[in-house]
């Protein structure tokens, strides 16, 4: 399934599209359970699990804006940038799968 094209995508910046695609993912992905860090673009905080108050949360998912911009847009699976070192994951919940690619909200499987 070809993810929606998000009209972020077009025309910006690496640093604008990842701080959007950051941004929308914490939308798709409500909750405090899961850092994902995008250096030196940004960082947020997601995914429903345990209330996370402090610090940074014990998942945590990190990869450069490459990687990162490939999964929101489908170009790249999970499995498969997991398997080629290019994201490192660790923790409980780090398992994004579930929100990539991202999709306009209306499309998304976790919208509701």
């Given at each position: 399934?070809?993810?929606?094209?998000?009209?972020?995508?077009?025309?910006?910046?690496?640093?604008?599209?990842?701080?959007?695609?950051?941004?929308?993912?914490?939308?798709?992905?409500?909750?405090?359970?899961?850092?994902?860090?995008?250096?030196?673009?940004?960082?947020v905080q997601a995914?429903?699990?345990?209330?996370?108050?402090r610090g940074t949360?014990?998942?945590l998912v990190e990869?450069?804006?490459?990687?990162?911009?490939?999964?929101?847009?489908?170009?790249?699976?999970?499995?498969?940038?997991?398997?080629?070192?290019?994201?490192?994951?660790?923790?409980?919940?780090?398992?994004?799968?579930?929100?990539?690619?991202?999709?306009?909200?209306?499309?998304?499987?976790?919208?509701?």
């Amino acid at each position: 399934m070809e993810a929606a094209v998000p009209t972020y995508r077009r025309g910006v910046s690496t640093r604008e599209e990842v701080k959007a695609t950051l941004a929308a993912f914490a939308a798709a992905a409500p909750g405090r359970s899961v850092e994902i860090r995008v250096p030196p673009f940004g960082a947020v905080q997601a995914v429903p699990g345990g209330a996370h108050r402090r610090g940074t949360p014990r998942a945590l998912v990190e990869c450069d804006a490459d990687t990162w911009l490939a999964l929101v847009r489908g170009e790249l699976t999970w499995a498969d940038a997991v398997a080629a070192g290019r994201v490192d994951a660790s923790g409980e919940r780090s398992d994004l799968s579930a929100w990539l690619p991202l999709a306009d909200s209306s499309d998304h499987p976790h919208s509701g």
